[in-house]
């Protein structure tokens, strides 16, 4: 450690080793990119094209340029990943595009809507203008609610089933598979599977009522709910299981105390794209849940509305004065987008606050 | 849990560490169809550190984790023959896996604490994950004495409410011994506890083990010739006749024995490093 260092000598000549070598300055996929644009603008404005025809001209522009640029100044390995790299950079705007153009005509239509009547008003008795929303939003988290009360136990103890008991077996491999069929289940099936079964039990060839558009949408949420706790359990190192026994911990508690905690944070994420996927149903709830113009807080009894039937009916039955239904179908799904926004923010406070700790 | 029948009765734990020795006869292990193990003899003494050694693959592991029923946890695995502890045979159908494992702890090759527990919780795991219900002082109690039994308690004291995984390796095997120990097991079982340690980690659970011995039956799996002339007493030599064969067990003799004049040829060859 102490020795000292030999007396400095002339290094070796080494041979000049050419790892250096031209780069295109860093800003130079934005400068090819805005001359692009300019370019195509220019000739958009010439011959009067559209926005999508310049949109066209300036990704083929860029393409061209930014690779033969690179080919001149760097090397044809350099080119290939300017060309490549600006392909998938378009691919990502494009897929952006319907996003945020959804985003932006739902909030320019239904922001004005919003309001504290418009959150607070059920439609009883409107006519023309007015009126709100509430009876709409209480049924949708009603029966969203309902729906999760009835998936997550099932799809839980389910997917713990198949990761923890049944593994490989026969029994565990035909439910994968079923789960897999119902994952694909039209949600008019559901809906007209639930209104059969309510229908048949209660003898009421009529009958409408809120859990029943629970039930309905529980068949779509369970498969999800399997599925995706299922693969977080199978996360669960069994490291940890082994530990556990080890100490004499028997298998359920296992499972309820080591297995569980360590993947929560994976099964609520589940849980959220499974409300997520079945909040903005309308077809099943427009079959069992019916709608109603009044608020209706009773799941077992009674219409009840829901935000995407509101919607469905502002638009198509809008009445005398189509405008102010239809302004309300706008701000109606304005709050449905709102609402999972919320759901998948919640999520993921929520897994961050489970989320095994490491200290470091 | 509850003591169901006068065998179970018996293996109930005591409050004081009661250390037992183990016999073994003739145990075959299977997995599935395969045969792993065969025709294992042999007596574990008491309060000793009895270290296993050979070549990989020979069923070292495996016959570790019969000591504790752990093999079963496998599916299709199974074993043929004897474990006799204290007594109790343990393959008896009359008696629990779960009340075994609460007797005879073990620490796995790669340190596994629970990672949503803090340091504290991941000591008192075996406790709480039963369902003991422990006043608080009697649980600090625990914490205490089972780190500082694991020589960890100087480097985490102040941060007992912190994650078990923010220590580093060798804490965290340190960790898993506490949390072994803290159920106070009458065996404790270590497959290769230092294999994946920094040679500071393994000397300080070398003088671990040194110090577990007074009160336990330690039975240690070692890749490591040089670790089991260093802590154990007696020595068992596994060997393979050839691949897809069985392990046997090759011989058994007080450690120093075994590193000097061993009376078979093979282990006379492993130890010297002719092969394996
Ligand atoms: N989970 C398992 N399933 C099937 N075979 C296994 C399993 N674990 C180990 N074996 C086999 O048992 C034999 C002994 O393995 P192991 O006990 O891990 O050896 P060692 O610990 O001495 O290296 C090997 O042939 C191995 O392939
Ligand atoms: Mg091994």
């Known amino acids: 450690m102490t020795t000292t260092a030999p007396p400095p000598t002339t290094p070796p ?17 934005a ?11 220019v000739l958009a404005l010439l ?11 300036a990704g083929l522009l860029h393409l061209v340029a930014i690779t033969v640029w690179s080919r001149a100044v760097e090397n044809p390995r350099a080119a290939t990943d300017r060309f490549v790299t600006s392909l998938i950079w378009m ?3 494009i897929a952006f595009v319907p996003l945020v153009s959804l985003l932006y005509i739902v909030v320019e239509n239904g922001a004005g809507q919003i309001d504290g009547q418009f959150l607070t008003y059920s439609m009883r008795n409107v006519v023309g203008e007015g009126g709100g929303i509430y009876h709409s939003l209480v049924g949708t988290l009603l029966i969203t609610l309902g729906a999760t009360v009835i998936s997550v136990p099932i799809g839980l103890m389910t997917s713990i089933y198949l990761v923890e008991y049944g593994a490989r077996s026969k029994v565990a491999g035909w439910i994968r598979f079923l789960v897999d069929v119902m994952t694909g289940i039209p949600s008019i099936v559901a809906g ?7 229908a048949l039990i209660f003898n009421d060839p009529g009958i409408h009522f809120g859990i029943g558009g629970s ?15 299922e693969e977080m359990l199978k996360l669960v190192p069994g490291d940890l299981r082994e530990a556990s026994y080890a100490l004499g911990v028997p298998k359920w508690r296992t499972i309820v105390k080591v297995v569980i905690p360590t993947a929560l944070p994976g099964i609520i994420t589940g849980v959220t794209l499974a409300v997520s996927r079945v909040i903005g149903e309308t077809a099943p709830l427009l079959i069992i849940a019916g709608s109603t113009d009044s608020s209706n807080f009773n799941l077992f009894g009674g219409q009840m509305s829901t935000l995407p039937v509101f919607i469905y009916y502002s638009y198509t039955q809008p009445g005398l004065n189509p405008e102010f239904a239809q302004g309300r179908a706008w701000g109606a799904a304005l709050v449905l987008i709102v609402i999972v926004m919320l759901l998948n923010l919640l999520a993921r406070v929520l897994g961050k606050a489970f989320a095994p700790k490491t200290g470091r | ?15 004081d560490l009661m250390a037992k020795s183990i016999d073994v006869s003739d145990l075959n292990i299977f997995y599935g169809s395969f045969l792993a193990v065969e025709g294992v003899n042999m007596t574990i003494p008491a309060r000793s550190v009895t270290a296993l050694i050979g070549p990989s693959g020979c069923g070292k592991s495996t016959f570790l984790r019969t000591l504790n029923r752990m093999h079963e946890v496998i599916p299709g695995a199974r074993v043929e023959g004897k474990v006799v502890v204290d007594g109790n045979s343990l393959y008896d159908p009359t008696i629990d896996p779960v009340e075994v494992r609460r007797q005879v702890g073990m620490v796995f090759q790669r340190p596994n604490p629970f990672p949503t527990m803090s340091i504290a919780d991941n000591v008192l795991a075996g406790l709480r994950l039963n369902n003991k219900k422990l006043k608080k002082s009697e649980a600090e109690d625990v914490v205490e004495r089972s780190l500082k039994g694991a020589n960890l308690w100087n480097e985490v004291k102040d941060r007992l409410g912190k994650p078990g995984m923010g220590l580093s390796g060798g804490q965290q095997q340190r960790l898993c011994i506490a949390r072994a120990i803290a159920v106070r097991p009458q065996v404790l079982l270590m497959d290769e506890p230092c294999s994946a340690l920094d040679p500071i980690s393994t000397s300080a659970i070398e003088d671990l083990i040194h110090e577990l011995r007074t009160d336990y039956t330690i039975v240690i799996v070692t890749h490591n010739m040089q670790q089991a002339a260093r802590v154990s007493e007696d020595t068992a030599f596994f060997n393979l006749a050839g691949a897809g064969k069985p392990g046997r067990l090759i011989e058994m003799s007080p450690t120093k024995k075994i590193f000097s004049n061993p009376d078979e040829e093979a282990t006379e060859a492993y130890i010297s490093g002719r092969f394996g």
Request: net charge positive; no cysteine.
């Open chain 1, 13 to 29: 000549a080494t041979p000049h080793l050419p790892l250096r070598s031209a780069r295109l300055p860093r800003s130079a996929p």
């Open chain 1, 31 to 41: 400068l090819v990119a805005v001359a692009s644009l300019a370019a195509a603008g």
């Open chain 1, 47 to 57: 011959l009067g094209w559209g926005i999508i025809a310049w949109a066209v001209v």
């Open chain 1, 91 to 93: 691919a990502l705007i």
């Open chain 1, 192 to 198: 007209l599977f639930a209104f059969a079964l309510f």
């Open chain 1, 215 to 229: 039930v309905a949408l529980s068949l779509l949420m369970i498969p999800i709910v399997v599925r995706s706790a």
């Open chain 2, 1 to 15: 849990m509850s003591a169901g029948t006068d065998d179970r009765a018996s293996f109930e734990r005591n409050t």
